[in-house]
């Protein structure tokens, strides 16, 4: 079994900062990429920033930035930097990892979300 769980969410005014984490647990052999998404009310869960296992980064325009994805390979870990955060950037956020279980086979894996809301 492989588990994905996301923490720091919360609550911050227009402006404020946040960093989101994602820790990526059970049975891996190794993970091909991480990212993070969003859904805010009304609308479909949205991309916004992804990171490869060579580094490669890719972020959606409207984040760009003002967001920064990092990770930490040695604790299969991903982080997600946000920074002047606007109302829009409400919604819950999901962690998402493409990655070879142990058992074989390569799939993607989903978190439980977390709410950020931010305040105008």
């Known amino acids: 079994q492989v588990q994905l769980v996301e923490s720091g969410g919360g609550l911050v005014q227009a402006g404020g900062s946040l960093r989101l984490s994602c820790a990526a647990s059970?049975?891996?052999?190794?993970?091909?990429?991480m990212g993070w998404y969003r859904q805010a009310p009304g609308k479909q869960r949205e991309l916004v920033a992804t990171?490869?296992?060579?580094?490669?980064?890719n972020y959606a325009d409207s984040v760009k930035g003002r967001f920064t994805i990092s990770r930490a390979n040695a604790k299969n870990t991903v982080y997600l930097q946000m920074n002047s955060l606007k109302p829009e950037d409400t919604g819950v956020y999901y962690c998402?990892?493409?990655?070879?279980?142990?058992?074989?086979?390569?799939?993607?894996?989903w978190g439980q979300g977390t709410q950020v809301t931010v305040s105008s």
């Open positions: 998402n990892a493409n990655l070879f279980p142990t058992t074989g086979g390569r799939y993607e894996y």
């Open positions: 990171i490869t296992n060579g580094g490669r980064t």
């Open positions: 059970g049975s891996i052999s190794s993970i091909n990429s």
